[in-house]
């Protein structure tokens, strides 16, 4: 069953910026569409702004399919950023 577990669980990079959203939007995307409930945020360590855009699609994304997304090892410094810009309420994270 562990095997199943892990296919429903997806890793972030260690950077989620600007320059790399796109990717990390799709390739996110895709791991949803095929069933990820969950994104582990515990590489993450260099991101910005547009790091929350893409953890708000991907939980649209899951949301789309029925079922939610949830964040775990959500970095401090970007849940701080997410309540800056008023978005925490809107994103499932735990740290």
């Known amino acids: 069953m562990s095997g ?20 990390a939007l799709e390739a996110g995307l895709s791991r949803i569409a095929a069933g990820a409930t969950e994104v582990d945020c515990a590489p993450l360590t260099q991101f910005d702004s547009s790091a929350l855009a893409v953890f708000l699609a991907w939980q649209r994304a899951a949301s789309a399919r029925g079922g939610a997304l949830a964040i775990v090892n959500f970095p401090t ?19």
Not at 11 to 19: D, G, I, M, S
Not at 78 to 95: E, I, K, M
Request: charged residues 15%; aromatic residues 8%.
């Open 4 to 23: 199943l577990n892990h296919a429903s669980r997806f890793e972030t990079a260690a950077a989620l910026t600007h320059e790399s959203a796109k990717a």
């Open 77 to 95: 410094g970007l849940a701080s950023l997410a309540q800056a810009y008023g978005v925490d309420t809107l994103l499932s994270f735990r740290h």
